[in-house]
């Protein structure tokens, strides 16, 4: 079991910047990939940003391309999501998710662990 606990959501101004953490412990042996996703209110979830523990490869949603960025601390067995230039539709709860796969995974269902979300509210 690897468990994530999301921690840097809020309330910030359109134009300006969040930090969220993803804190993994138990057995993060289980999984080589970590996903960052959201959901706003009446949408589905949907894949914001992926990460590899091992190489540091990273894949974005077109949507982020260039203002997020995602990183990893193996030593720490934490993910982060520099969210910069934030948007009113960037507006959502999001969550950490983690995987073990042969490749980076976009899709929800790739992803067999889930933190329990954080709010992140962008006022315009």
């Known amino acids: 079991q690897v468990r994530l606990v999301e921690s840097g959501g809020g309330l910030v101004q359109a134009g300006g910047s969040l930090r969220l953490s993803c804190a993994a412990s138990?057995?993060?042996?289980?999984?080589?990939?970590m996903g960052w996703f959201r959901q706003a209110p009446g949408k589905e979830r949907e894949f914001v940003a992926a990460?590899?523990?091992?190489?540091?490869?990273?894949y974005y949603a077109d949507s982020v391309k260039g203002r997020f960025t995602i990183s990893r601390d193996n030593a720490k067995n934490t993910a982060y999501l520099q969210m910069n230039s934030l948007k009113s539709e960037d507006t959502a709860v999001y969550y950490c998710?983690?995987?073990?796969?042969?490749?980076?995974?976009?899709?929800?269902?790739?992803?067999?662990?889930w933190g329990q979300g954080t709010q992140v509210t962008v006022s315009s």
């Open positions: 998710a983690a995987r073990r796969g042969y490749y980076i995974g976009t899709g929800a269902q790739m992803y067999g662990y």
């Open positions: 138990g057995r993060t042996f289980s999984s080589n990939f």
């Open positions: 990460i590899s523990w091992s190489d540091g490869s990273t």
